[in-house]
Nanobody, 121 residues
Framework: VQLQASGGGLVQVGGSLRLSCAAS????????MAWFRQVPGKEREFVAA???????SYADSVKGRFTISRDRAKNTVYLQMTSLRPEDTAVFYC????????????????WGQGTQVTVSS
């Protein structure tokens, strides 16, 4: 099982990026898929998740700015990020779990390698 995250980069405040998480060995629509982010010295933080059912949850800090989605045909999960702020700067990770406890990083058993997002002011 492997998750391949991509799409990070350097963007100015107010800009947009779309992250992708391509899965192999696991069907994204049969698991709860999520994005977390982490900055040095801090714990990994929940950003957004899309459940097997299709229901979606977001962290309060990204509601209205980020959109998580999945493409069954491509077996890929996306995170569309708009109105980016300097505080969004982090390494973003995609993850997968069969657990219903989607907000805690410890409950995820498969992780992508991370992609750096840097928002410059």
């Amino acid at each position: 099982v492997q998750l391949q995250a991509s799409g990070g980069g350097l963007v100015q405040v107010g800009g947009s990026l779309r992250l992708s998480c391509a899965a192999s060995g696991r069907t994204v629509s049969r698991y709860n898929m999520a994005w977390f982010r982490q900055v040095p010295g801090k714990e990994r933080e929940f950003v957004a998740a899309i459940r097997m059912s299709g229901s979606i949850s977001y962290a309060d800090s990204v509601k209205g700015r980020f959109t998580i989605s999945r493409d069954r045909a491509k077996n890929t999960v996306y995170l569309q990020m708009t109105s980016l702020r300097p505080e969004d700067t982090a390494v973003f990770y995609c993850a997968s779990t069969a657990s219903v406890a989607i907000y805690q990083a410890a409950n995820y058993d498969v992780w992508g390698q991370g992609t750096q997002v840097t928002v410059s002011s």
